[in-house]
């Protein structure tokens, strides 16, 4: 069964840039497979996908967030990242990094879930 | 806003069935999967795309969908159902993932 762990800095300044790893355990991530996610949830209120990353380094982004976003794997350590860009409070929010398999069709969905991390834009 | 819509709350007496909704075009095309979230934990997946319960979730959990409107039915709501539910899909465009804004479902 696949594992998921966010780490990074709880408290960011705004205007800076938001940093966060996720790592997998309990699967290879170079053999394929999952799209690796980042989704985010603002204090009380829902659920938003920032976007994902597959194996091979292909990615896609939410266009409401695509100028200031970057995920980046590395599967010698079976990690992937996020970094987002000049943020400000409404970026405040728990970040969540999700497995999503590939499966055959269109029909995609979130597995596994991280515990979540939260960060803080503050100065 | 989001392009999947769910009403914000829906309550149910122990033992009932309940159905919660999610309304969006994109769900005419593509399939929905549902996210149960309780307080402070992270969402867990209890309908996959293909109306398949993951290994662990109790069999009173189904999912549905016709038109422009994905469902998710719990039959015979128990307790510890009492959660946020979150239902996914793509977008209007297909390429990008959106979520509903969730609806509380209170168990009486």
């Known amino acids: 069964q696949v594992q998921l762990q966010e780490s990074g800095p709880g408290l960011v300044k705004p205007s800076q840039t938001l940093s966060l790893t996720c790592t997998v355990s309990g699967g290879s991530m170079s053999s394929g497979g999952y799209y690796w996610n980042w989704i985010r949830q603002h204090p009380g209120k829902g659920l938003e996908w920032i976007g994902y990353?597959?194996?091979?380094?292909?990615?896609n982004y939410n266009p409401s967030l695509k100028s200031r976003v970057i995920i980046g794997i590395d599967t010698s350590k079976n990690q992937f990242s996020l970094e987002l860009n000049s943020v400000t409070a409404a970026d405040t929010a728990v970040y969540y990094c999700?497995?999503?398999?590939?499966?055959?069709?269109?029909?995609?969905?979130?597995?596994?879930w991280g515990q979540g991390a939260l960060v803080t834009v503050s100065s | 806003s989001s392009e999947l819509t769910q009403g914000p709350a829906v309550s149910v007496a122990l033992g009932q069935t309940v159905r919660i909704t999610c309304q969006g075009d994109s769900l005419r095309r593509y399939d929905a999967s549902w996210y149960q979230q309780k307080p402070g934990q992270a969402p867990v997946l209890v309908i996959d795309?293909?109306?398949n319960r993951p290994s662990g979730i109790p069999v009173r959990f189904s999912g549905s969908r016709s038109g422009n409107t994905a469902s998710l039915t719990i039959t015979g709501a128990q307790a510890e159902d009492e959660s946020d539910y979150y239902c996914?899909?793509?977008?209007?465009?297909?390429?990008?993932?959106?979520f509903g804004g969730g609806t509380k479902l209170t168990v009486l």
């Open positions: 990353i597959y194996y091979s380094g292909s990615t």
């Open positions: 795309g293909r109306n």
């Open positions: 996914n899909s793509r977008d209007s465009s297909g390429y990008y993932w959106v």
């Open positions: 999700a497995s999503m398999p590939w499966v055959v069709g269109a029909t995609r969905y979130f597995d596994y």
